[in-house]
């Protein structure tokens, strides 16, 4: 495990850069790992961000990219459907690997991305 100091706080990071507990996380936090990735978070991003810690929060696990797009695929595009590309522009390190880690949800549940 690693140390990182994001928003005036210390965090314990796994080697993959995700957070070691799900609880340590705020928005301070996602926007200060997106920032380091080169991410300026939209309010698309933050759909994406809150939908998966509430499925975490719910179920203990990620969901596919699948149900993100059919749970949420609407606030995502406007005049076309949304499909696992759409999250791929938003997070273009990993779609949603890359939104699983700013989410702060741990690595290990991120695999079906």
């Not at 928003?7 to 996380?25: I, P, S, T, Y």
């Amino acid at each position: 495990m690693s140390a990182m100091h994001i928003a005036g706080q210390k965090l314990e990071l796994n080697q993959n850069g995700h957070l070691a507990r799900f609880d340590d996380w705020n928005k301070e936090i996602a926007e200060g790992l997106a920032k380091q990735e080169g991410l300026s978070l939209t309010d698309c991003h933050w759909s994406v961000i809150n939908y998966l810690r509430s499925y975490y929060s719910e179920f203990e696990t990620s969901p596919s990219p699948r149900l993100v797009i059919q749970n949420i695929g609407d606030k995502l595009t406007v005049n076309a459907p949304c499909t696992r590309k759409t999250l791929q522009a938003l997070f273009p390190d990993g779609g949603c690997k890359q939104a699983c880690r700013l989410a702060g949800l741990p690595e290990y549940y991120c695999h079906s991305c």
